[in-house]
């Protein structure tokens, strides 16, 4: 299951949807604060989370390349 990751802070809620759905794969993250971006940064280089591109705005995200290969889309 591919999830696109809204509002993403620490990546936390989405380090709780891997654990209950161990299927889930992160494929972007999407959050503005610098410094939760780079902890987002250490968690995929510590293995915690998925390896995945950060966006840095949810205002200025395009939707339509990810369309049809998202699946489940959560936000913090």
């Known amino acids: ?3 696109l990751s809204l509002c993403s802070g620490i ?4 380090r709780g949807l891997q ?3 161990p299927s889930a794969r992160v494929v972007a993250y999407c959050e503005a604060e610098p410094f939760c971006q780079t902890l987002l ?5 510590d293995g915690r989370l998925d390896r995945a591109p950060i966006w840095p705005d949810v205002r200025t995200l395009d939707g339509r390349p990810w369309r049809g290969l998202v699946d489940c ?4």
Do not use: S
């Not at 990546?11 to 989405?14: I, P």
């Not at 940064?41 to 280089?45: E, I, L, N």
């Open 1 to 3: 299951m591919n999830v």
């Open 73 to 76: 889309l959560v936000a913090g």
């Open 41 to 45: 940064c250490a968690r995929m280089d």
């Open 11 to 14: 990546g936390a809620l989405d």
């Open 19 to 21: 654990l209950a759905v």
